[in-house]
């Protein structure tokens, strides 16, 4: 059998109408500031189980995040993963990391009113993380955050300024004196 080599897939799972479960957690780790909020994926067919998912929101939509409570309806995308957990690995978690949120102009007049203000990083609330870390536990310390993936600064497209000189006494002939009079 031959081994499989993994790679990042790039791939996208998109929920819509999805009411949320419970009100968003805003979770501080480090320096940093996580918000999750859980939904469940069910179906009317009385076969399909339901499945629980807890989204890990970018932090572009953080701030939003933070204001949504349950019951909530929106849409939710992003990378859909699974853990196993428990004594025997008989229990499973869903998480959709990376989520993008896609918002109905209804629910942001609601968010307004509860105190987002578009455009802020200000998060409604936070949460220090509960019982020890793995950090923790071992040595005592306080864990670090997570250190941040992705290219490293300047890696990326380069931008080249542009000046134009809007002064026509400079102006090139191109030769073509078609349509001038």
Known sequence: MSEFKKFDTQSVTNYWNVRLAKD???K??????????TFVDSSRFDGDEEMWVEANVTKRNSALASYLEKGDVMG???KLTMRRWGDDNDKVAFNLRNAELHVEPGLLATLKERGWTPGSEELKGTEKPKGKTKTAAKGGKTAEAPKKRGRPPGSGKAKIPVEIDLDDDEAQDDGNDEGEE
């Open 24 to 26: 968003a957690v805003a």
């Open 28 to 37: 501080e780790f480090g320096e940093n500031t996580f918000v999750s909020v």
């Open 76 to 78: 939710v995308s992003g």
